[in-house]
């Protein structure tokens, strides 16, 4: 008994960041000992041991000294670098949240990931989401803020959404470029420029991509008024906001803007306009969805006169 109570006294006393060095030297240590060594070249151990790698050969993998290594899975105090966690998280073949989940407890942001070059379908869990919010206008956009998916109301707000070619349905490029899409927004000048500072807030870790240079580079040809806001090099992270249309069938609509990053889908966020209180937005929409009406043959997706003035 008295050996118990001094092990949970030793817990209770023990600091936030022993804590998460504890965690972190156990949680290497499984994946380790769970490592298939053939998957290395290298030889069973002991009795014919094929499972679990030895610390001195994930210290050599990982180019420290096996004193370090151990000392790392013990939970010392050394201050482990990203560049050595890194290492480790390649050598021990972890998956990318175990990497990112080992990055945390020493106090390092998630490692970036690739953005595909194409971006990939929209799940289908996502899509029934979308559609679980109608008739408020709901839709998901890629890294690049491409529009890959919508349900009806976003598209009754914007008609013939479907219709724009997959290339130029960009939510920066139907803001600056399309003259319906501007004519919707009383606060255009103050909503292109919170878009552009929430995009490259998200941007930075990806700015070097194919897909973004594109955007922007093709963008800044068309339209001037986005070549002199990108050039402010405004950031802010995005904030749940209100916004108003002015639709040519339904007239004044009063929504808030909120926004969601699926846990299973992190390079998709999803954007839903919600009824803002006290409004007659919710019937307004559902009117308009329900109509059918008002179907455009499509957004031209052109250079605004208007963007080429001072």
């Not at 919710?282 to 008002?294: F, H, I, K, P």
């Amino acid at each position: 008994m008295k050996l118990l109570a001094f092990e949970e006294a030793s817990l209770d006393t023990a600091t936030p960041a022993e804590t998460r060095r504890k965690e972190l030297g156990a949680f290497l240590r499984s994946r380790r000992e769970r490592a298939v060594r053939a998957d290395y070249d290298l030889p069973p151990v002991g009795r014919g041991r094929t499972v679990g790698l030895r610390r001195e050969e994930v210290a050599f993998l990982s180019g420290v000294s096996v004193t370090w290594y151990t000392w790392l899975e013990q939970g010392r105090d050394i201050h482990p670098s990203r560049q050595v966690l890194d290492a480790v998280a390649v050598n021990l073949r972890l998956s990318a949240p175990e990497h990112d989940y080992i990055l945390g407890l020493s106090g390092f942001a998630p490692a970036p990931r690739e953005v595909p070059g194409t971006p990939e379908p929209v799940p289908e869990h996502v899509q029934h989401l979308l559609d679980a919010l109608d008739p408020s206008p709901a839709f998901a956009v890629t890294s690049t803020w491409d529009i890959g998916a919508w349900n009806s109301g976003y598209e009754a707000l914007f008609p013939g959404i479907a219709t724009v070619p997959a290339r130029d349905r960009n939510l920066l490029r139907l803001t600056f470029t399309d003259p319906y899409v501007r004519g919707m927004l009383p606060d255009w000048e103050v909503t292109v420029r919170s878009f552009l500072a929430d995009y490259r807030a998200e941007a930075g870790s990806h700015a070097d991509r194919a897909a973004h240079v594109e955007l922007v580079t093709r963008l800044r040809e068309d339209s001037a008024d986005f070549a002199r806001a990108w050039d402010d090099h405004e950031v802010r992270r995005f904030a749940s906001r209100a916004r108003t249309f002015l639709h040519p069938v339904a007239g004044r609509l009063d929504f808030e803007q909120h926004q969601l990053v699926p846990a299973d889908a992190p390079t998709l966020h999803i954007v839903a306009y919600l009824p803002a209180p006290g409004s007659d937005t919710g019937e307004r929409m559902a009117r308009l969805v329900g109509s059918g009406t008002d179907r455009r043959a499509g957004l031209r997706t052109v250079a605004d006169p208007r963007g080429t003035g001072g």
